[in-house]
């Protein structure tokens, strides 16, 4: 992991690859509906699922009667020994003439099953003719994206792979020599399919290379292997995926080819057709393969992630893998979707330490053209994986109250000496509140761990705002932790447990319950059923996030803002949750307007800070990384201050602000508001 954050050759690829896709995929899509065409591509996704025995028999059919032949394989095993039997039949007159030529189009279905090691050992020459998985063939790696597979590379990594000048020319050059006998001379064309229409008995080919025509069009023989999932019912259902994918996945508005074919050749004079080439194959085979993906089907949690269109955004948009890597954050699908399918088609093992990667920002979720809810799925698995001692002892700590109260307490006066530490209060939010004078209505405050032994003024911000309000606020000393933290490490028997006991402690309360930690307001009301918790409409029904709540009042009652304070300029961090999950976008910067203040927002090119509860404490220098880029970011505003809702990236911010000797006020939203009140 420290070697891929200290390589400068492949921090440059990814970060200029990964802002260059973003920055593509936004201006693709000002031009089409995005929220509009995913909706339709869901629907049309999820009802295929539904008849898919019955669609992937209708594609056998309609395949079959044009003659080309269809095989089932349950396994990456199976798959290959299919594949295997047929390459070895078609070559099976090549006597004398060297070793048989394999052509093959970039697919990630050949790399699930591991297909080109196996062809090789059989005797067989395999060449990739993707650009891309040539350069990643050639340099024996995986690809490390699932459509731009030498990411990782740089313009002159390819050069010394093809031995060219570092011009992309050049390289576009060699690639054509190279490759172009090999078109000539290849008995099997290898390729996946994006679709495959059961009405039709067609497969579609999306791609930005020529090299699919010749793959699939010069070779006497065409092998398409693809899984379950990308069998759609219609023609319109394909159209519906190409209008999402290209935008999707390159910035395209459609991609350079589509490939739609049906069949092997009709030509009546088949030699005739594999002299001259132009004809099309004598055979064509598709490989159907489950692998795993029929058990997806059949869980309530990871249906929807048959509904992948494969278009690599989710790992576009993923902060970490633009730190780390595919080759980090995956194993043979990596990304995002990958940490959701390795387990089913390679084991849980193979998915474990790249699964704790992920911060739950739900970047992935928010970008995906289908919706799938990738970070509850991905937290679905890490509840059986590996939990590293770092983590089980935070987790430990936090499932024993008493026990953390004398552990943080002890260690506060240390805490701000370590570099890059968070710093505990010295006091607690608990023991400065107190009974509030106000006679009125009443208002309850959870403060939420982190805000109560970080982050305290927040808290007291929150009681001046409400006092001035007229509520009175009152504190159970009896909460501590919603169980956020322990549900985003896997353990969601840990979060079921103290989210039960925060809501037993808040049950006896009255009024509103606010806090000012967004994402334990978004654990409570929305996480907490995911975890087994089945939280009270007396205590869901009366919790406030503290954003919206304290924007309500100063709406209703602009008086409470002193109107001579001198405007400073607040540079505003959006948190994962608040922005993704509460869809909290515009609430906070009018609440900074009205308490009079200017608002700048921050040109982050990873919109994460790193924090991640404790992901930041199993990956500090991965989680660095992204505080790294949020402080540059913040520099590039000018601003000396930094706002947001959230108490984590608060805590992050500030720490990674101080081992930088970075003088920057890092503020709760409620602390600005409280300070310009009349």
């Not at 997806?296 to 633009?322: E, H, K, Q, V, Y």
């Not at 992050?652 to 503020?667: G, K, M």
Request: hydrophobic fraction near 40%; glycine fraction near 8%.
């Amino acid at each position: 992991m420290d070697k891929a954050l200290n390589d400068p050759d492949l921090q440059r690829a990814l970060t200029q690859a990964m802002t260059g896709l973003r920055s593509r995929r936004d201006k693709a899509f000002e031009s089409f509906d995005f929220e509009q065409g995913r909706a339709d591509l869901k629907r049309r996704r999820k009802a295929n699922l539904e008849r898919l025995p019955e669609l992937v028999e209708q594609f056998k059919q309609r395949l079959e009667s044009v003659g080309g032949e269809v095989h089932f394989a349950k396994d990456a095993a199976e798959a290959r020994d299919i594949i295997g039997q047929i390459c070895w039949n078609a070559g099976s007159g090549r006597t004398g003439r060297g070793r048989m030529v394999v052509t093959k189009v970039k697919s990630m279905a050949t790399e699930e099953i591991e297909l080109n090691p196996y062809l090789e050992a059989l005797g067989m020459e395999v060449v990739e003719t993707d650009l891309g998985e040539r350069m990643v063939q050639l340099t024996h790696t995986r690809p490390s994206h699932l459509i731009a597979p030498a990411i990782h590379l740089t313009k002159e990594d390819a050069a010394n792979v093809f031995g060219t000048e570092a011009t992309v020319e050049a390289i576009q050059h060699h690639a054509r020599d190279s490759l172009r006998q090999k078109f000539i001379d290849a008995t099997v064309g290898i390729s996946g399919a994006n679709m495959a229409i059961a009405e039709t008995g067609t497969i579609v080919l999306v791609t930005n290379e020529g090299n699919a025509d010749l793959t699939t069009t010069l070779p006497p023989v065409h092998i398409a292997l693809f899984g379950l999932d990308k069998v759609v019912a219609t023609l319109d259902d394909a159209v519906a995926v190409l209008r999402m994918l290209p935008r999707s996945g390159t910035g395209q508005l459609m991609s350079s080819y589509v490939n739609w074919i049906t069949g092997p050749s009709r030509s009546a004079d088949i030699e005739q057709s594999l002299t001259i080439g132009v004809h099309g194959p004598r055979e064509m085979h598709c490989v159907i393969v489950d692998n795993g993906r029929e058990a997806m089907r059949a869980d309530p949690i990871f249906r929807d992630a048959l509904t992948c269109i494969r278009c690599g955004a989710c790992s576009n948009a993923c902060p970490p893998f633009m730190a780390v890597g595919g080759h980090q954050f995956g194993h043979i699908y990596n990304g995002p979707i990958g940490l959701v399918l390795t387990p089913f088609h390679h084991g849980l093992d193979e998915a474990d330490l790249p699964n704790t990667l992920c911060t739950q920002c739900n970047a992935c979720q928010e970008i995906c053209p289908v919706d799938i809810p990738l970070p509850r799925q991905i937290l679905e698995h890490r509840k059986k994986g590996r939990k590293s001692l770092r983590k089980k002892a935070v987790l430990g700590l936090w499932k024993r109250p008493e026990l953390a109260d004398r552990v943080l307490r002890a260690g506060a006066p240390l805490s701000g000496l370590m570099p890059g530490a968070p710093r505990l209060a010295r006091v607690p939010y608990r023991d400065r509140v107190t009974p509030s004078d106000v006679d009125g209505e009443p208002l309850t405050i959870f403060a939420s761990c982190m805000v109560d032994r970080v982050q305290p003024q927040a808290a007291v911000a929150l009681e001046r705002i409400a006092t001035a309000a007229g509520f009175r606020v009152g504190f159970p000393k009896g909460q501590w932790c919603c169980g956020l933290i322990a549900a985003n490490a896997g353990d969601f028997s840990g979060g079921a447990g103290l989210c039960s006991s925060l809501v037993q402690t808040l049950g006896d309360s009255k009024g509103l319950i606010v806090t000012p930690s967004a994402s334990c307001f978004g654990a409570v009301t929305i996480d907490a059923a995911d975890w087994g918790t089945a939280v009270p409409d007396g205590v869901s029904s009366r919790m406030r996030d503290s954003t919206r709540f304290a924007l309500e009042i100063l709406t209703r009652r602009p008086e409470l803002v002193d109107p001579n304070r001198m405007s400073l300029k607040i540079a505003y961090h959006d948190s994962c949750q608040s922005l993704r999950q509460l869809g909290l976008k515009s609430e906070p910067r009018r609440l900074l307007e009205l308490a009079g203040y200017d608002v700048v927002d921050i040109p982050d090119i990873a919109n994460c800070c790193g924090f991640g509860g404790t992901f930041s404490v199993e990956w500090p220098h991965v989680a660095g990384r992204l505080a790294q880029w949020k402080l540059d970011a913040i520099a590039k505003t000018g601003c000396t201050v930094v706002a947001s809702d959230n108490p984590g990236c608060l805590m992050h911010i500030e720490a990674a602000a101080r081992s930088r000797h970075i003088d920057l006020r890092v503020a709760h939203v409620l602390e600005l508001v409280a300070e310009h009140l009349a």
